[in-house]
Every structure is written in structure tokens, then in C-alpha cells.
């Protein structure tokens, strides 16, 4: 059975700084791309960041590029989001996924497995 654990939200100020991780169980996946996506109340999902199997490739929404950086350690099969200079409007529940294959994309419903979610509240 294939399980996405992530974890690390939290309240904090605007300025702050948190780290996500997610941890993949049930299967390997240093060959697949793996992403991060949030959603607000009352809006969509929307992608974050993403990267691809051998960690060689990455992209970022452009409300994060410069702030957030995503990693991946394929050895202890997690994925981590650092979140730098936060927010209020990085407010959001944020949750990862991971995809079968290599390559990056900023589509959802492309991605195989996710998350539970977890919540990220910046205070301005």
C-alpha cells in the first residue's frame, strides 16, 4: 500500500520560515517526480513546485520562485519544501504527490499519490 506522509505546517508570522517534508512508503520512488500543490479556502489547487526523479530538474510557480526551494533524498524516499520570507497569501493547506515517472508537471490529476495535507497559516 502506498502512503505519502507529509508534515512540518504550522502558524507563523510573515517573514518566518517553515520547512515541509514527506515521506513515501509502500514503493519506491527515486525514479518518479514528486510535487508539492496548496489550496486556500474557497480556491483551487494549485501547483507549487515539482521535481523530477534524479532531483536534476525542478520548477516553481512564480508566486514561489526565489522563496521556496524543493529537495529530495531519494535514499530515505522523502521530498522536503524549505519556505523562506512567507506570506499571508502562502496561507493554505499544502500537500504532496507523486507521479510514476520522470519527467515534471504542474498538472494534478497527472499525479498518482498524495498527501494528506498539511496547514501552513502565515499572520501578517
Known amino acids: 500500500q502506498v502512503r505519502l506522509v507529509d508534515s512540518g505546517g504550522g502558524l507563523v508570522q510573515a517573514g518566518d520560515s517553515l520547512r515541509l517534508s514527506c515521506v513515501a512508503y509502500?514503493?519506491?520512488?527515486?525514479?518518479?517526480?514528486m510535487g508539492w500543490f496548496r489550496q486556500a479556502p474557497g480556491k483551487e489547487r494549485e501547483f507549487v513546485a515539482a521535481?523530477?526523479?534524479?532531483?536534476?530538474?525542478?520548477d516553481y510557480a512564480n508566486s514561489v520562485k526565489g522563496r521556496f526551494t524543493i529537495s529530495r533524498d531519494n535514499a530515505k524516499n522523502t521530498v522536503n519544501l524549505q519556505m523562506n520570507n512567507l506570506k499571508p497569501e502562502d496561507t493554505a493547506v499544502y500537500s504532496c504527490?507523486?507521479?510514476?515517472?520522470?519527467?515534471?508537471?504542474?498538472?494534478?490529476?497527472?499525479?498518482?499519490?498524495w498527501g494528506q495535507g498539511t496547514q501552513v497559516t502565515v499572520s501578517s
Open positions: 521535481i523530477s526523479g534524479t532531483g536534476g530538474y525542478t
Open positions: 509502500g514503493r519506491t520512488f527515486s525514479s518518479a517526480a
Open positions: 504527490a507523486a507521479r510514476s515517472i520522470s519527467p515534471t508537471t504542474r498538472t494534478p490529476g497527472l499525479y498518482a499519490y
